[in-house]
């Protein structure tokens, strides 16, 4: 099983990156995704997350009205459209994938997870 997140960089504060986390090994259809996020002196973070059949999606606070989580089941790959990024969107984000559903997923606990891919924002 492998999960290889991509699209992250340097952006300036306003812009947006788009994230993807391809999936091989896993019936990915049958699975939540998600994204997390984590700084250096913060606890791991949920950013936002989407059952597997699209009925529920989660989405931190902070980010709500910005990001959006979507999937494409035939391709195998979630992303995270980020827009108006701000410096404090910096972080490495992590993609992941639990068949537990999303509460599980957000519990931290789930058995996949791609490799990071680090956002910088600068203002």
């Known amino acids: 099983v492998q999960l290889q997140a991509s699209g992250g960089g340097l952006v300036q504060a306003g812009d947006s990156l788009r994230l993807s986390c391809a999936a091989s090994?896993?019936?990915?259809?049958?699975?939540?995704v998600g994204w997390f996020r984590r700084t250096p002196g913060k606890d791991r973070e949920f950013v936002a997350g989407l059952t597997s059949g699209w009925a529920t999606t989660y989405y931190v606070d902070s980010v709500k009205g910005r990001f959006t989580i979507s999937r494409d089941n035939a391709k195998n790959t979630v992303y995270l459209q980020m827009n108006n990024l701000k410096a404090e969107d910096t972080a490495v984000y992590y993609c992941a994938a639990d068949a537990g559903g999303l509460y599980s997923l957000q519990s931290g606990s789930a058995p996949y997870w791609g490799q990071g891919t680090l956002v910088t924002v600068s203002s």
């Open positions: 090994g896993i019936t990915f259809s049958y699975y939540a």
